[in-house]
């Protein structure tokens, strides 16, 4: 398939009274057309800022991308014109944010906030933007579509906030799709709901798809590729069949081993990883980040960073200890 997306190098660091705080630490990875790409890891792993770094959308201050290129259809979006960046933003590239209730305007209709795109990008007067938004709620299963564009977020349910929100971030038929944890605080029915009408809409529309997530769930259901991200770089990633079957990073071993299994007897129990995520403030640039946490950690791991390499065709860990965790790995399947 046909790169999409790459990025490569990506620094995005953070400063506060004196402090730095990298949340994205020399970060690649690629997205190919049409391909879902699930990042996965605990909050503050820098899942959500390296998807804002794509956009441009990191706050100044505090925040600020130092390095690294961007390339979005061969071009880097970190050296486009302010202009042009807008241009991209909801036309090529889509974002469904967390908490659809805070990301939508309170004093706006929904139908006006659909067809703001519509009319920046895609150049549609009033009338026929206001009928394509009807019609974006009916494809996300919104009911009565005429009489909810009229409606405010608040008169939505959580669920139906979210619907709107892919009605929005699908309104200009993007070639990537940005989401960020999008289904945050819905019900377990109302999840799948949105989930597979996110596939739904990819698969019409050949959309490539960034999906943030903790649940290891819809990462086996939906992705293609799988990024485990940790301390602002990613050290963990292959296909769904790779990270479930034959993980090797401790890191991913730590996650997987955390999901309740019915198939197992009680005495398993609930596995944790111990301690507590990083202060991305305090990380050495010169050591690997889960090394305090880690129980399989030497002492290189405090004095140098592993670098990603591939272990087998298409599978890459960034571990000095990867071989050591067979054993574990092989009591997980």
Request: charged share 25%.
């Amino acid at each position: 398939m046909e790169e999409l997306l790459e990025v490569r190098h990506l620094k995005t660091y953070f400063y506060n009274n004196g402090a730095e705080l990298r949340a994205a630490d020399d970060l690649s990875y690629t997205v190919k057309k049409g391909e879902c790409v699930a990042i996965i890891g605990e909050s503050g792993s820098g899942k959500s800022v390296s998807a804002l770094s794509i956009l441009r959308l990191i706050p100044f201050p505090p925040g600020l991308i130092m390095g690294g290129e961007i390339l979005f259809q061969g071009k880097d979006l970190l050296k486009l014109s302010d202009k042009e960046i807008q241009g991209i933003r909801g036309s090529k590239i889509g974002m469904i944010f967390q908490e659809p209730g805070t990301a939508l305007n309170p004093v706006m209709t929904i139908g006006a906030q659909i067809m703001e795109p519509l009319i920046i990008h895609k150049n549609l007067g009033k009338k026929e933007a206001w009928a394509e938004a009807v019609e974006l709620l009916r494809r996300v299963d919104i009911p009565n579509p005429e009489e909810r564009v009229r409606q405010y977020p608040h008169q939505f349910s959580g669920g139906m906030q979210q619907r709107a929100m892919i009605a929005m971030a699908m309104s200009c038929n993007p070639e990537l799709l940005i989401a960020d944890e999008p289904t945050t605080a819905l019900d377990v029915t109302v999840q799948a709901q949105v989930l597979e009408q996110l596939n739904r809409l990819r698969a019409e529309s050949d959309t490539a798809l960034i999906i943030i997530t903790h649940n290891l769930g819809i990462v086996a259901r939906y992705a293609d590729s799988v990024k485990i991200m940790y301390g602002g770089k990613i050290v963990e990633s292959g296909s769904p069949v790779d990270i479930f079957e034959n993980p090797h990073h401790p890191y991913t071993l730590g996650l997987i081993r955390a999901v309740p299994r019915l198939d197992l007897s009680k005495d398993y129990g609930l596995h944790t990883i111990e301690g507590e995520p990083p202060d991305m403030s305090k990380i050495s640039p010169d050591s690997c980040a889960f090394a305090k946490r880690c129980t399989y950690a030497i002492e290189r791991c405090q004095n140098e960073r592993p670098p990603l390499e591939e272990t087998r065709p298409g599978h890459f860990c960034a571990c000095f200890q990867k071989n050591e965790t067979k054993a574990e790995r092989e009591a997980l399947v």
